[in-house]
């Protein structure tokens, strides 16, 4: 029997997915990722955590009180459902669309990831809003953007069968892509006690972690070791684009991220931090952090993907 004939008789409805649909799929759910990833943030800088009292509910009924910090708080977690959803059928697409073994293991995490977000958010609730914990909601959120990138650039080469630019390239490349990803996160984490430091930790009555300057001291120059290591591996690039041209492009507008966001960084440390600014700063940091992965999945070779 068939495998049509057996889930017909089993009364499963005939879904039909290709590489073009697990595409899409993929890249819808790194943008939802991303667009979650911002929002929480926005929730945490105008110190709205707390708006929504307990969880999942939202006060005495699942809608929000008609207030600011009510809606923002709110609005986070209907972008989380959403995301929930959209990595969902990325998973359900890449199951039958048959993708290689190891992807489909990737895409098969971004939902269990998503799942911890939710149960990390409803403990950040029940604690209060405590700095550490609401940092760990945030470098979450940046490992599923991470799995989702691996899980695009798979996409990607399923629907692009053409050589990979790592096997145009020399093989040095793509270590020193991969030793940016610890640097990245480094320079993620410090900016987090930044934030918990400062004005924005989630709200009037929360507890700041840190001194402000010396976590700043510290971020800073974290930036300048990898601007230094990052504009190596642009030069590099630069040097060989004959041979992957959307390669180096792609480090290159990752090269420019960067710069305007040391410039926003610097800009609203002079200002008093505003939260717009940071949360411009945390937009441009999570770009940043997407284009760093994808930079190392692309110079590793197919099969190591």
Same mark, same amino acid.
């Given at each position: 029997?068939?495998?049509?004939?057996?889930?017909?008789?089993?009364?499963?409805?005939?879904?039909?997915?290709?590489? /073009?649909?697990?595409? #899409?799929?993929?890249? +819808?759910? %790194?943008?939802? =990722?991303?667009?979650?990833?911002?929002? $929480?943030? !926005? &929730?945490?800088?105008?110190?709205?955590?707390?708006?929504?009292?307990?969880?999942?509910?939202?006060?005495?009924?699942?809608?929000?009180?008609?207030?600011?910090?009510?809606?923002?708080?709110?609005?986070?977690?209907?972008?989380?459902?959403?995301?929930?959803?959209?990595?969902?059928?990325?998973?359900?697409?890449?199951?039958?669309?048959?993708?290689?073994? /190891?992807?489909?293991? #990737?895409?098969?995490? +971004?939902? %269990?990831?998503? =799942?911890?977000?939710?149960i990390l958010g $409803?403990? !950040? &609730?029940?604690?209060?809003?405590?700095?550490?914990?609401?940092?760990?909601?945030f470098l979450l959120?940046?490992?599923?953007?991470?799995?989702?990138?691996?899980?695009?650039?798979?996409?990607?080469?399923?629907?692009?069968?053409?050589?990979?630019?790592?096997?145009?390239?020399?093989?040095?490349?793509?270590?020193?892509?991969?030793?940016?990803?610890?640097?990245?996160?480094?320079?993620?984490?410090?900016?987090?006690?930044?934030?918990?430091?400062?004005?924005?930790?989630?709200?009037?009555?929360?507890?700041?972690?840190?001194?402000?300057?010396?976590?700043?001291?510290?971020?800073?120059?974290?930036?300048?070791?990898?601007?230094?290591?990052?504009?190596?591996?642009?030069?590099?690039?630069?040097?060989?684009?004959?041979?992957?041209?959307?390669?180096?492009?792609?480090?290159?507008?990752?090269?420019?991220?960067?710069?305007?966001?040391?410039?926003?960084?610097?800009?609203?440390?002079?200002?008093?931090?505003?939260?717009?600014?940071?949360?411009?700063?945390?937009?441009?940091?999570?770009?940043?952090?997407?284009?760093?992965?994808?930079?190392?999945?692309?110079?590793?070779?197919?099969?190591?993907?």
């Amino acid at each position: 029997m068939t495998e049509a004939a057996a889930e017909r008789r089993r009364g499963l409805p005939r879904l039909a997915f290709d590489a /073009r649909a697990f595409r #899409w799929a993929a890249w +819808l759910a %790194l943008v939802a =990722l991303f667009a979650v990833t911002v929002s $929480g943030a !926005t &929730v945490r800088l105008t110190g709205s955590g707390l708006g929504c009292e307990n969880w999942p509910r939202c006060g005495d009924t699942f809608l929000p009180a008609q207030s600011y910090h009510a809606l923002i708080e709110f609005g986070n977690r209907v972008v989380g459902f959403v995301v929930g959803l959209t990595t969902l059928l990325a998973a359900l697409v890449a199951w039958r669309a048959r993708v290689p073994r /190891r992807l489909l293991l #990737w895409t098969l995490g +971004l939902p %269990l990831l998503v =799942l911890a977000q939710g149960i990390l958010g $409803g403990v !950040t &609730v029940l604690f209060e809003l405590h700095p550490l914990i609401v940092m760990g909601h945030f470098l979450l959120s940046l490992v599923s953007i991470g799995v989702a990138v691996v899980v695009v650039v798979g996409a990607e080469r399923l629907n692009r069968p053409r050589p990979s630019p790592a096997l145009a390239l020399p093989g040095w490349l793509g270590p020193l892509a991969l030793a940016l990803l610890p640097l990245a996160a480094v320079l993620v984490v410090t900016g987090a006690f930044v934030t918990a430091a400062g004005p924005h930790s989630g709200g009037e009555d929360i507890e700041r972690l840190g001194d402000l300057e010396n976590a700043m001291w510290v971020h800073v120059r974290v930036s300048a070791v990898f601007g230094i290591a990052f504009l190596a591996l642009v030069a590099a690039l630069q040097r060989f684009r004959d041979r992957a041209r959307g390669t180096a492009l792609l480090a290159g507008g990752v090269l420019a991220l960067l710069l305007v966001q040391m410039v926003v960084g610097e800009v609203q440390w002079r200002n008093q931090l505003p939260w717009e600014l940071v949360l411009g700063h945390v937009t441009l940091a999570t770009l940043v952090w997407t284009g760093v992965v994808a930079l190392a999945v692309v110079l590793r070779p197919p099969q190591d993907a």
